[in-house]
């Protein structure tokens, strides 16, 4: 095989290879995404995160989760956890829903310490976990200095 | 002066997704910010808010400093009856608060 021929198709086997992995995401030695998971595979998929790609000031970014789920008593989502990898708090917040919860989405506002990949792990009824990852760049990080 | 502000729409139909939006006035005091004097500010943050609709648990937020200054929280409530949707939220410093008796007109 040519090179270029080889490199070409490296590259385009690159980004399928990762699609649908479990624990493409997330990292399974990390503790503290083993405290939501209890070591069981994070599956990509299901879950959307929405933030800004470039945000001017890190102290507040608008975010939404939004998990595709029925929301029924036989199949819903129970919890979804926002973990920083730049923040001196990862674990930035937990949300667990109940049966009146209309649809698995919210919207708030998260803190962030500079440019870094944000994670949304949602846990479901049937004990399966469903993760996405952004990549954002923050302008001006939430003032952590010293 | 009031520490938090619910919306909700007026009135739903029954078995509507209800947009529900709350806001509340806290620092979120991160832990590692400092005053103009230099010195360190201690940490401040809900940590967590539980709301429910007709006294069953809708959403609970187990939060950090991680959350920004005055949290905001969007959410959909599936209203089936004419009920209270109760706010009940607490900090670092053990202060709670609360913001309720707010009726879900179905």
């Known amino acids: 095989m040519k090179r270029r021929r080889f490199i070409e198709m490296s590259l385009l086997a690159l980004p399928l290879s990762a699609r649908g992995q479990a624990n493409a995401h997330v ?20 879950v959307t995160l929405v933030l800004p790609k470039i945000a001017d000031n890190g102290n507040s970014v608008p975010v939404t989760v939004k998990v ?45 310490n500079g440019s870094q990949r944000v994670v949304a792990i949602a846990g479901l009824s049937d004990g399966s976990f469903w993760s996405d990852v952004v990549q954002i760049e923050v302008r001006e990080a939430a003032c952590t200095e010293d | ?35 103009e004097g230099g010195v ?45 949707l109760d706010f009940w939220w607490i900090d670092d410093d053990n202060i709670a608060g609360t913001a309720s008796a707010v009726r879900v007109v179905v």
């Open chain 1, 27 to 46: 990292s399974t030695i990390d503790p503290l995404v083993r405290s939501f998971t209890n070591g069981r595979d994070v599956l990509p998929g299901k």
């Open chain 2, 40 to 84: 360190r500010q201690r940490r401040n943050a809900i940590v967590a808010l539980v709301c429910r609709y007709r006294g069953t648990e809708v959403f609970r937020a187990i939060t950090s400093p991680g959350i920004a200054a005055n949290p905001t929280l969007r959410f959909y409530l599936r209203a089936d009856r004419t009920g209270d």
């Open chain 2, 1 to 35: 002066m009031s520490l938090a502000r619910i919306q909700l729409p007026d009135q739903a139909a029954r078995g509507e997704a209800v947009e529900v939006r709350i806001s509340i006035r806290h620092p979120m005091e991160t832990g590692f910010r400092r005053d």
């Open chain 1, 68 to 112: 595709d789920s029925p929301m029924s008593a036989a199949d819903h989502v129970r919890s979804v956890h926002l973990i920083s990898e730049k923040n001196p708090v990862r674990d930035m917040a937990s949300f667990y829903f109940g049966p009146h919860l209309a649809r698995a989405e919210f919207t708030t506002r998260l803190r962030l």
